[in-house]
């Protein structure tokens, strides 16, 4: 099991100065043996007495001339920094304790939380080079962009292929980004507004296939030679798609597009290897709930300064559950604007549509997933709608809609879903 | 584990009789040591040679004056039977075989699937003075009616209180009928047509707890203390409903009310105990779907002779998945009538609703319940639209759209629904 | 959803009489518009005030001569009885609450908790005649037994056929008994030890099939033409068995015998429909778990005075999840006997072998099913060890053995076991 | 969803020559735009007349001189390549066909399968200096071996601490190794004789968390505030160990010690980011499985050349499931050997012990594991032992035996176990 626990508490002895005072927001980025840890946290410094809380712990201490002293106000963590020109920078030693009997010392450097920019919003139009099949914070960003700002750009399609049926990259939901968000900080919400998303081709990929994770033994029999690809056509026009060469009894079958991103998430923090562009979970990723899409925005949590959010993986179409594995698969031009929500937890990715809110639970089984959207509606109703337990249970009792995101890939997606309506007669 | 292995061959011996054909389709309702087991078939006599199938078996023999012999083409079973007025009756051996190693006497009645009743429909009226709780084939018929007819009824709540706050009966989802439809026979299948739900009362009863099924850890700790007894105001003139008392947050909440039944099932073949009125399973019952409302058609399988349909556990709203254990669970004057699909074979119950149809799969889990689903879903379309394996993969994976009934009983439900103008676009 | 809430508070008004206290431990037998509920209630008698808890609830009163009269400290709950010959009879009134809007009267017999019985053990020799196909409590008993006593008796195979391989009742599991456990009293535990099983005949039956609950797409495509019944050899000489009429690859195979009960369970309580005897839950029944073989102790709650034991679906030998439905199934002679723990609640069933102690959890998923028995453990754990929810913890994770006792049924079961020499370890 | 669907089919043209033929088993080591591919292929080369099969379909072709030009027998692909020093290396075109409609262009480079290096075995003794958190083939081998070799090395606890009680690297499940296995190539399977694991420390580390993927409601609530790391300490005289500062119920509680390794998987296929050392899969990784000690072999397949094997995360106790989290994690001395199985397809890792043989399933919830495990021991049963789908069944059902490895992890993992001494009576 992986097993990352740290005790930061910090301890200060001398006395004060006036030069520069350290109040205020700061965000600490830990390495820890190369991996990173952030955190964000609010200093106090009276004429250079100094106190905050770190990693969950509160510490008191001295900032002298550009020495900074601390200690935690329990456990025995004692840490030094110096001041730079940006910030600080230094090292603690957290003893052993019963949480960890291993001393550790990590060093670290603390900016400001950067302001939110404030020049006027741009729109960028963004073609993209380069596409990625990690969730990766290591990989470098495509395009810096300020809160307010809109981007248009495309993905390829999760093949690779863009909109002139030109292979771009390999296969696996190659991702376009990732997006720079400048003044995002670990700790804050990223949302995403999804402005547009028009067809750019002809046609999309799919197949006959059906997920093993929905069927029983009688369809996995009666679907056993099942392993077609098929190509739609997509009719821009009427906004309409049909199996290319229908025949038989889809002869005349045609079904309305509704154009959806199935790939949309945030940078994970470094360390462990980050999660490929095929997976899904509580930074997003490959969410494949076709509610994501013109009019949708999407809440996700910033990992890593900057957020560095990507996109790709569009579908013209999706049924719930994406059950061949493939939903109707193309490149698409897209057109999103983003903002912040400042220091902000949300468990798990949230989207709003203009009639509901949804939160998003990720899982192994369909089951889990749906616990986990249910603890995480729970989460947000009590945080802000300030809901107690009983009255949480009563709103979910009477309102809750599941919905069925995703049950062909490694994680199941259920989104829980309330009408906005509902929510406007409740009492803050 | 249950094991219930018949195989039934007959043989004949002698010469026919010219006296009175058994040509034509037939019930024969078999008693197997006290457990009823019904078969349909079509038996062809030609002047008294005679032939069908019974059991899953082929078989042929003879008819001379009111003697009938008969044997399997296969296996070495044997019987004899006995015209009567109304049928016939007589038993056989079914020998040991690979199947079951142990000789096995069944004796048997038969009797003519009768002819759908011609008489125009009615209408009836009827008000409970007994309900049930469970599905039971051997709860005596409340009432017979034809396929065709329209009854105008009334439910109890889930704890038994009707629509004058009086106590009629013990809780548990006890339920109104059963009702005896004429000419229903096993292997029929039975469409309810849902056509009035209306309230009788202006309260509902409900709690604030939350379903451990449908949670993690941080929201069980949350909750750990919600257990109580709710009671919801339902303004009939607004069809809106809030909580009695409402204050807090929740002071000016309201959400409009959706009647439905909770409750809708078929009896199940006698031998093992009948499943509780407040289970569900392939013949219904305690569903807890909320498209199960006015405008809806059930189709639900017939296992005795008579459908036996009961109704019940009405709810003036839920939420997906029934959260709270309870919904605003009320009485209701219910108005529906009734028809017969002959000879069709179902895996688990079907609700058409105005814009789709959905397949409804049970199991003790979610994950199950949607993989019952999709096997019943992908049944209903091969038979009903002759799609093949290729095309059913086609259809499901854009047009699939899946609904959690309910996750707070032994079975999870969930509903795989598809809108019915897309089927209309499929070639026979 | 099953709702049967019910606030029994009791009041009493006048002055007391010397004549007969009812100090002491009672059973109180409630109907319930039909339903049965039992509680179990210790009174104090002081000179005629009374006090006790009923059905959750303190209550205070008074015995004048024979009459009692009664009211709940909280709630407003008021009950009348008059004492009998052998105890007290009488009625009470729940005034609507928070709990249930409607007020609710509940008719009543008290009956002092019988002592047990100090007759010196018996060894009964049952030959059973009938058969049963449900856990009910109102079958009737078919042997009357003490605690301490022993029992040799038989059981009929899954299918019904005996030692003789007649066929003695239909299929379906059935069982022998029920057993009425003199003394045996709701909220007592009944203590099954296992002290002889035999096999009486030289074949078991089973097949070839694999619970699609156990496998995915590939090997139901592989198994799709399974449905072989197989008929095993027993030889009860060396104790294995083969496949009768064994070629290919199992010419030579055998496995060694290891008789066990499927099925072993107590009555539930009347109101809804017995659990059929191929159903499992908290009071046993179809466990199918493979340690529950000669030497176990089987620990059973008592739902009903008399316990009523009911046991059968024999197997000779059974691998984890019982994959094929059925195990090597057949006839067997029986021998066990009976102990009582008073006043003992337990979560789910719990067995007990020569060098482990088991919880098994119950569920319609594998998944719910290894909750279900961490749950019950963790209680065990905290109540018949004293230790505390750290303690649990630690304990847990050096010992928990889990295993898969079945997933073939609408309930899947898990045991979690400990070494019983760990807990020899644990300071009480 | 990832999508990389190859159709590669190859045609010849001109003559043949004389001075080197191809014949024989190759590695076709491809670059699909930037990810690698491995095939294996034996081709047929008859005086410059070839013909073989490459990603599933069958091609021929011609060799002259240096050069090769092929095309596949069906499908319409086309390759050249040229001979150099070590094999051969060319491109080919994949047309656009059914399975995708974009033509597709490979790079290969082909090189021989070597032959298995003919040394006598070797014993190594490694000291690792870096440690690996993801089952990478792009960390750079620690050290060449050859099947047959030992290797004495040690590893890390999970959080990065060695013998010495110093931290070494980061926590995660750091790995020993990778270790490249000369002559291993993409599909062999790889066997890992596990001769020695040896505690070189007194204390391992836990806490008194429990996984609530193991947990229902009262679990949850009982142990809400279960947070602590736990000590314990290993005497290594006596092999048992005791939480450090035992008191309360545990002051005398001791168990005995079973060292496992936790963590053992080769390195996946480049291209998706490898999985972190904190995840399982069917390349192995974090199985966590309690049978893999001393005396055990692991079976893993051979994905990329010399396999790169990896070790660590070991445990001097593990419950089933892992419920903790964290087992009792310690660093060790380790020894092995290895082996190699040409050419050999496995489902998933497969463990051999002295008395079992067990296939591991790995899945998001329990159930699926469970069924993955069944369908790779069917798999296994069908291949390395000839059976027929009835006889698998038939075993099965008389010879499985689940354990649960792991709960608390990403994936949870079962392993069917079946006897050996059964295997032995099958006939092959």
């Given at each position: 099991?992986?097993?990352?626990?740290?005790?930061?508490?910090?301890?200060?002895?001398?006395?004060?100065?006036?030069?520069?005072?350290?109040?205020?927001?700061w965000?600490?980025d830990?390495?820890?043996?190369?991996?990173?840890?952030?955190?964000?946290?609010?200093?106090?410094?009276?004429?250079?007495?100094?106190?905050?809380?770190?990693?969950?712990?509160r510490?008191?201490?001295?900032?002298?001339?550009?020495?900074?002293?601390?200690?935690?106000?329990?456990?025995?963590?004692?840490?030094?920094?110096?001041?730079t020109r940006?910030?600080?920078?230094?090292?603690?030693?957290?003893?052993?304790?019963?949480?960890?009997?291993?001393?550790?010392?990590?060093?670290?450097?603390?900016?400001?939380?950067?302001?939110?920019?404030?020049?006027?919003?741009?729109?960028h139009?963004?073609?993209?080079?380069?596409f990625?099949?990690?969730?990766?914070?290591?990989n470098?960003?495509?395009?810096?962009?300020?809160?307010?700002?809109?981007?248009?750009t495309?993905?390829?399609?999760?093949?690779?292929?863009?909109?002139?049926?030109?292979?771009?990259?390999?296969?696996?939901?190659?991702?376009?980004?990732?997006f720079?968000?400048?003044?995002?900080?670990?700790?804050?919400?990223?949302?995403?507004?999804?402005?547009?998303?028009?067809?750019?081709?002809?046609?999309?990929?799919?197949?006959?296939?059906?997920?093993y994770?929905?069927?029983n033994?009688?369809?996995?029999?009666?679907?056993?030679?099942?392993?077609?690809?098929?190509?739609?056509?997509?009719?821009?026009?009427?906004?309409?798609?049909?199996?290319?060469?229908?025949?038989?009894?889809?002869?005349?079958?045609?079904?309305?597009?509704?154009?959806m991103?199935?790939?949309?998430?945030?940078?994970?923090?470094?360390?462990?290897?980050?999660?490929p562009?095929?997976?899904s979970?509580?930074?997003?990723?490959?969410?494949d709930?076709?509610?994501?899409?013109?009019?949708?925005?999407?809440?996700?949590?910033?990992?890593?300064?900057?957020a560095?959010?990507?996109?790709?993986?569009a579908?013209?179409?999706?049924?719930?559950?994406?059950?061949?594995?493939?939903?109707?698969?193309?490149?698409?031009?897209?057109e999103?604007?983003?903002?912040?929500?400042?220091?902000?937890?949300?468990?798990?990715?949230?989207?709003?549509?203009?009639?509901?809110?949804?939160?998003?639970?990720?899982?192994?089984?369909?089951?889990?997933?749906?616990?986990?959207?249910?603890d995480?509606?729970?989460?947000?109703?009590?945080?802000?709608?300030?809901?107690?337990?009983?009255?949480?249970?009563?709103?979910?009792?009477?309102?809750?809609?599941?919905?069925?995101?995703?049950?062909?890939d490694?994680?199941?997606?259920?989104?829980?879903?309330?009408?906005?309506?509902?929510?406007?007669?409740?009492?803050?």
């Open positions: 099991m992986l097993k990352l626990i740290c005790v930061v508490t910090l301890a200060c002895s001398i006395a004060p100065a006036q030069e520069k005072s350290i109040a205020g927001d965000i600490v830990f390495d820890y043996l190369g991996s990173k840890m952030y955190d964000r946290t609010l200093i106090q410094d009276t004429n250079g007495s100094i106190s905050g809380t770190l990693l969950g712990q510490f008191v201490g001295t900032r002298t001339g550009t020495k900074i002293l601390f200690r935690g106000t329990t456990g025995g963590a004692e840490g030094e920094a110096t001041l940006d910030g600080f920078r230094g090292s603690e030693i957290i003893p052993s304790g019963p949480q960890d009997p291993h001393p550790l010392r990590l060093t670290f450097v603390a900016t400001r939380v950067p302001p939110r920019p404030s020049r006027p919003p741009l729109t139009t963004f073609k993209p080079s380069v990625y099949r990690s969730f990766s914070a290591l470098p960003p495509a395009l810096n962009i300020a809160p307010g700002d809109t981007v248009r495309e993905t390829v399609d999760n093949a690779g292929i863009d909109g002139e049926n030109i292979r771009r990259t390999a296969g696996g939901d190659p991702q376009t980004g990732p720079y968000v400048d003044s995002a900080m670990p700790g804050d919400v990223l949302a995403v507004h999804i402005l547009r998303l028009t067809l750019n081709r002809d046609t999309a990929q799919s197949d006959d296939v059906i997920s994770t929905a069927m033994r009688d369809l996995a029999v009666m679907t056993k030679d099942n392993k077609s690809a098929v190509t739609w056509h997509l009719d821009r026009n009427r906004m309409v798609a049909w199996p290319e060469g229908r025949s038989g009894h889809l002869s005349a079958f045609e079904v309305p597009l509704h154009p991103l199935g790939g949309i998430g945030t940078a994970t923090i470094p360390g462990p290897p980050a999660p562009t095929f997976d979970g509580n930074s997003g990723g490959n969410m709930f076709n509610e994501v899409g013109a009019g949708a925005t999407v809440y996700l949590p910033v990992n890593v300064p900057g560095l959010l990507y996109l790709g993986d579908h013209a179409l999706q049924g719930d559950g994406e059950l061949n594995g493939a939903a109707l698969e193309t490149s698409m031009d897209v999103f604007s983003v903002d912040l929500i400042p220091n902000k937890n949300i468990k798990t990715p949230r989207v709003e549509t203009p009639d509901y809110i949804a939160a998003i639970g990720f899982d192994g089984s369909v089951d889990g997933a749906l616990k986990a959207a249910t995480s509606m729970a989460d947000w109703l009590a945080k802000d709608y300030d809901l107690t337990a009983s009255e949480i249970g009563q709103v979910l009792g009477v309102a809750a809609e599941y919905r069925v995101a995703e049950v062909a490694r994680n199941a997606g259920v989104a829980l879903k309330i009408r906005k309506d509902l929510l406007l007669k409740l009492k803050k």
